[in-house]
């Protein structure tokens, strides 16, 4: 929620004074004066250890308590300064790690990441793997164009001639519900034998090929079938080509015709409703299969559309965008006598997932009024086409119009716009069963170089709004060689289970010719894809040698991310790319969107910025500096990235000496190598290793112990040269034990770490060891044992001094347990290293403080002790001021850390919200610290996160398209004799097949079926420290109510120390600063449309050609119903008896090869 600059709890700066005497605002006594809080008494020697040799303060007395003067505060902040200090000095052994590394000196070398040679060689290594799968797929394109022009067309062609694995089969057989599969087909299909491969993330069977059929194509229509006879040879190619390159992930060739073959065969993932995978709306074949668009749809909302025909054209409109791309431009209006945008949407926006989030939501707003005007649909989407103060994709534009039929030809308008060039494309769909003469929508298509569509029934949407796609292909057949041009497509979901991938196209032409001396074949074949597994990239990448916060990222030409740390989508839609912006990965600034549009234009760079950092817990912000590399990949659309931190220029390498190395004795026999074995826990301290691939055979497990134990066998079996393993990691990793367990030697083992109320001390290092200690303290370890992914760990390397940490609290959680004293507030802090004029930071030290015990002594820092036992008494006569000990019922103390969570206070009761954003705490001091700029907010948005299924609300499966007729529609028998009526028995056609169209909740179309949430945009909230960094005395004004306070950041921590009154009343209730997630819309996509993020389309566009035939331009196919048709829908009405549906065949005429 926005917060108001003052509200009743917000807070008015007081002028520079020391004090707040209460007679400003008439003598108040203390109620808590000489009383204490009733606890189990703590020795002094537990709550003030030898280290703190400070002289306590003391303060003149009076008959009432005051605040606190200014100066008494300060000397607090200084005590609780150097209590942290010595406490860090003495466990953390930060000086005594950089003498036992400078001692080992001898062990290690340190070398240099240079970043402009990394980078270029990372650039170069992944065009090298890229470069690779496109040679296979020219193999694979001019193979099947070959096969096919030599293939001979067969009338007559029979299932039972061709045999093939069906991908879908398995999944049918084994469902007793599925009877929509005649015994024909199975009688053709093989049964194979399949082996798990880690690779494919699947079993496969590397010796045969599969096939995949869209589940509203009939598998033995005569297209089909010699689609699957020509498309067999493809087998051999396949595996050729991955005899040549044994890396190769799937090789597919999706068709024209809907058909997909890929290699290696395995089972498809079929969802557990209705499969509604098409190859033809796959991202991957869109690109691949036309040049950038863009597209103008109108849609007829006059008075003459039905209730039906409208839900049609609300659904086809739906399905229509499914089919555009990132690289598209789109915009949707209605009309009637007048033409309008059915959004917000001005003008044409880029064919993103959010935008067309936008025009479905709005589609399902539009109502039926007025009269037929097609001038004016037509004049609004010309007026769009022709805007060039904007961006747009400038290649294939095209108007898609939607009607239920008209008489007028608009010829006038086309004259004006359009012709002679016709550079416009012009389809038209007739939506609905009615009577109208469709000559004018056929003439409209045919003479602005379209195609016309019918649009009869739900079932003919989805097969009739992506065959357009033809048409746009027919440039880039007749382009030939030229057009031949691999594209690499954004990051999606595999829908074989592959993960993330990014797949090269390449599209696959007709080449035959009816007969001598005829024209050039101009029909798309389909297109061949490779995909590439984001993971094989990020393998090309360096894995450690950047240091936690240094890593590498790419992105393509709409700014997306290819690689990124932070892509990371908890849930994807099969249907749509992961299109995650680099300035919505990381916290955009003007910087970023430089470095982005350098890259996006293919420039290489460098440069050093000072920017925010959001923690990996995401609960924290930190202002970094980062210095930014770049260069293009060529022969992509990628461009990649590497980021720095300036103190990761450099990197320990260990340099084990050639005695050992030559012992040629497993890595167990090595001197530290024994300092791994739990055997040694006891004495040394519990030692977590980081689960990285150290070698090849090495079992992964998500238990530490377990994948410990996994390591140590496997140590007894390796020597320390052994090719099977990462040399670096293993050495490292082995420098690393030796070095920490110098650290339990000289430093922890002989401190009493319960003198100072220490739970536990710890290191952890680059090299991948954390070590704890004592042994027991590992119990109740709950941080990433890989130090890279430690939210400490990283925090501590960009922040200098004490970072705290206290335990993650969430508001609707139940408050921390505090039996035992178990609870802990981690403290850490970098060990910076100089050797040699090179600056690096290899580890990170800490100590875990007792909560309690602290939380004692945090009251008495910051009091006005006199003596080492007793508090100082306020006498008759004297004068006192407050403190956080004695007056703790009036006077709440606390700590904060720069993330605004509660660290300690002097409240017994709050020490249960320990780790909680302090807004939860007291709302109405954390308003004032956040009104005086102690604190500045950052809000952003999470595009990858994943939310609960919302319930179905009363439209039910209304994205389908469906109607369902109401009680009027059934008594009125106007209707039973009507268009309606036909197209609704085709739907119950449908809904007999494929029953889950009629439930209330959507289907799973093409998703993974274990899949429960959805992809949602969470709003994001950090604070982070203000401008703010002195004493800082202030008022909460609130009449009555109002409070003094008193604000100090200490010095070398990441804390702010706060003393104020306790409220007396609950009157002023301000507003609350939220903090937690929640979720949200996004930023409003209205407004984010004017003032679009810089992108290029692709460099190639194929829309025109002087040699295409545009004399294909569609015809009608409607049929009306007949009187036993109705005669029977009755029947099925009345009695509930399913008929056996007959084979439908979606494909067109023109399909004959």
């Known amino acids: 929620m926005a917060v108001p600059a003052r509200t009743c709890g917000a807070s008015r700066p007081g002028p520079a004074r020391t004090a707040f005497p209460w007679h400003d605002r008439g003598p108040r006594p203390g109620p808590g004066a000489g009383r204490r809080v009733a606890r189990p008494p703590r020795p002094l020697s537990l709550l003030l250890p030898p280290l703190l040799l400070l002289p306590l303060l003391a303060a003149p007395g009076a008959s009432a308590y005051s605040f606190p003067q200014q100066h008494t505060m300060q000397h607090w902040a200084r005590r609780l300064e150097q209590e942290i200090d010595g406490v860090m000095r003495i466990f953390g052994g930060v000086q005594q790690l950089r003498e036992i590394y400078k001692d080992n000196r001898n062990l290690f070398e340190v070398q240099e990441n240079e970043p402009q040679k990394l980078v270029e060689k990372v650039a170069g290594d992944i065009e090298s793997l890229l470069d690779r799968k496109v040679q296979a797929l020219k193999r694979l394109a001019d193979a099947a164009e070959n096969f096919q022009k030599a293939h001979r067309w067969q009338d007559n062609i029979k299932e039972e001639d061709i045999i093939y694995y069906d991908a879908k089969a398995d999944a049918e057989l084994d469902d007793p519900e599925s009877e929509d599969v005649e015994k024909g087909s199975k009688a053709s299909t093989l049964r194979l034998d399949f082996i798990e491969d880690s690779n494919f993330k699947n079993k496969v069977n590397y010796s045969y090929t599969a096939v995949q059929i869209p589940t509203d194509i ?207 494309r012009v389809f038209t769909f007739s939506v609905g069963q009615h009577n109208y003469d469709v000559t004018p929508l056929q003439w409209m298509a045919c003479a602005n170089k379209g195609y016309y569509f019918e649009i009869p029934s739900i079932g003919a949407i989805r097969i009739n709004t992506q065959e357009y796609l033809d048409v746009l292909g027919r440039p880039m057949v007749l382009a030939g060689k030229e057009a031949k041009q691999v594209q690499w497509t954004n990051v999606y979901e595999d829908a074989l289970g592959l993960g993330l991938v990014v797949t090269g196209t390449l599209p696959v032409f007709n080449l035959t010719q009816d007969g001598p001396g005829e024209k050039k074949n101009q029909l798309i074949l389909g297109v061949m894809g490779i995909d590439v597994a984001l993971n094989d990239i990020k393998r090309l990448t360096p894995n450690y040698t950047l240091g936690a916060n240094g890593y590498v990222f790419a992105i393509d030409l709409n700014g997306y991310v290819l690689l990124h740390p932070n892509l990371k989508p908890q849930t994807t839609n099969f249907r749509e790319p992961v299109t995650l912006d680099f300035l919505d990965a990381e916290l955009e600034d003007e910087n970023k969107e430089e470095i982005r549009r350098s890259m996006i234009d293919g420039n290489k760079g460098h440069k050093q910025i000072r920017t925010l950092v959001k ?409 982070y420290f203000g401008s703010v960094n002195a004493s800082y005395n202030a008022i909460i004004d609130c009449g009555n109510c109002s409070r003094l306070f008193h604000a100090q950041r200490l010095t070398n921590t990441n804390l702010l120390f706060v003393v104020a009154e306790k409220p007396l009343c609950s009157q002023c209730e301000a507003g609350r600063l939220l903090q937690k997630e929640t979720h949200s819309d996004g930023p409003e996509q209205c407004e984010l449309v004017q003032r679009p993020r810089y992108r290029r389309g692709p460099h190639i566009c194929f829309d025109y050609n002087a040699t295409e035939d545009t004399s294909d331009c569609g015809r009608g196919a409607s049929f009306p119903p007949s009187l036993g048709v109705l005669v029977s829908l009755q029947l099925l009405l009345l009695l509930g008896l399913p008929p056996r549906p007959q084979p439908q065949v979606h494909a067109h005429a023109s399909r004959r090869l």
């Open 218 to 424: 009939y598998k033995g229509s005569t297209v089909i079938l010699n689609e699957l006879n020509w498309t067999e040879a493809l087998e051999n190619v396949f595996i050729e080509n991955r005899r040549q390159d044994p890396t190769l992930l799937w090789q597919v060739f999706g068709s024209a015709t809907g058909v997909t073959r890929y290699y290696p065969a395995t089972p498809w993932r079929a969802p557990k409703k209705i499969d509604l995978y098409d190859v033809r709306r796959r991202p991957w074949y869109i690109q691949g299969a036309s040049s950038p668009k863009d597209m103008v749809i109108i849609v007829d909302v006059s008075g003459s559309v039905s209730g039906l025909t409208l839900k049609l054209m609300k659904t086809s409109v739906c399905e229509m965008l499914d089919t555009l791309s990132d690289d598209d431009y789109v915009n949707v209006a209605s009309f009637n006598e007048k033409a309008q945008p059915v959004s917000c949407f001005t003008h044409l926006v880029q064919a993103n997932v959010r935008n067309k989030k936008v025009f479905k939501e709005a589609v399902q707003g539009m109502v039926a009024k007025g009269t037929t005007g097609y001038k004016a649909g037509f004049e609004y989407a010309f007026d769009q086409l022709q805007n060039s103060n904007i961006t747009r994709a400038n290649c294939n534009k095209m108007i898609m119009m939607f009607t239920d039929g008209g008489e007028d030809r608009v010829q006038d308008v086309f004259e004006k716009y359009n012709w002679p060039n016709r550079t416009v």
């Open 615 to 1023: 923690s990996l817990d995401e609960r924290y912000i930190d202002e970094v500096m980062r210095n930014y590399t770049w260069v293009p990949i060529r022969s992509t659309n990628y461009s990649l990235g590497l980021v720095l931190p300036p103190y990761s220029t450099f990197y320990l390498q260990a340099n084990l000496s050639d005695q050992i190395l030559q012992v040629k004795l497993p890595i167990s026999k090595l001197k530290d190598f024994e300092f791994l074995l739990p055997s040694s826990f006891e004495s040394e301290g519990h030692v977590f290793i980081a689960p990285r691939e150290y070698c090849k055979d090495l079992n992964a497990s998500d238990n530490n112990t377990e994948f410990l134990k996994n390591f140590i066998e496997l140590m007894e079996k390796v020597t320390p040269d052994s090719k099977q393993c990462n040399n670096f990691l293993l050495h490292n990793l082995i420098l690393d034990t030796g070095i920490t367990q110098q650290l339990v030697e000289r430093v922890w083992r002989d401190q009493d770490l319960n003198t100072y109320s220490l739970l536990a001390v710890f290191a952890a290092t680059d090299g991948g060891i954390t070590r704890v200690f004592p042994n027991k303290a590992a119990e109740d370890w709950t941080e990433n044992p890989e130090p890279f992914n430690a939210s400490f760990y990283r925090r501590s390397l960009d922040n200098h001094g004490y970072v705290f940490k206290p335990p993650h609290q969430d508001a609707l959680l139940r408050p921390l347990e505090l039996e035992n004293d178990t609870v802990g507030i981690l403290v850490s802090t970098a060990v910076e290293l100089s050797l040699g004029g090179r600056t690096l930071r290899p580890a990170v030290v800490g100590v875990k403080l007792d909560l309690e015990a602290w939380a004692e002594k945090f009251k008495v820092l910051a009091s006005n002790r006199t003596h080492q036992d007793q508090p100082q008494k306020c006498g008759p006569s004297s004068h006192c001021e407050m403190d956080c000990d004695v007056n703790n019922e009036d006077l709440l103390c606390v700590l904060i850390d720069d993330g605004g969570f509660l660290v300690l206070s002097n409240q017994n009761h709050q020490w249960d919200q320990v780790g909680r954003f302090f807004s939860e705490v007291d709302a109405n001091l954390m308003l004032a610290l956040y009104n005086n700029s102690f604190y500045t907010r950052k809000e952003s948005y999470d595009y990858q996160a994943a939310c609960a299924p919302q319930p179905p609300g009363n439209l039910g499966a209304a994205p389908r398209g469906i109607f369902v007729p109401t009680i009027a529609d059934f008594l009125n028998l106007a209707w039973w004799t009507s268009a309606a009526a036909w197209s609704l028995f085709q739907q119950l056609l449908y809904g007999l097949i494929y029953h889950s169209w009629f439930q209330a909740e959507p289907a799973e179309a093409e998703g993974n079926p274990e899949v429960r949430e959805s992809s949602c945009v969470m709003k994001q909230t950090q604070y």
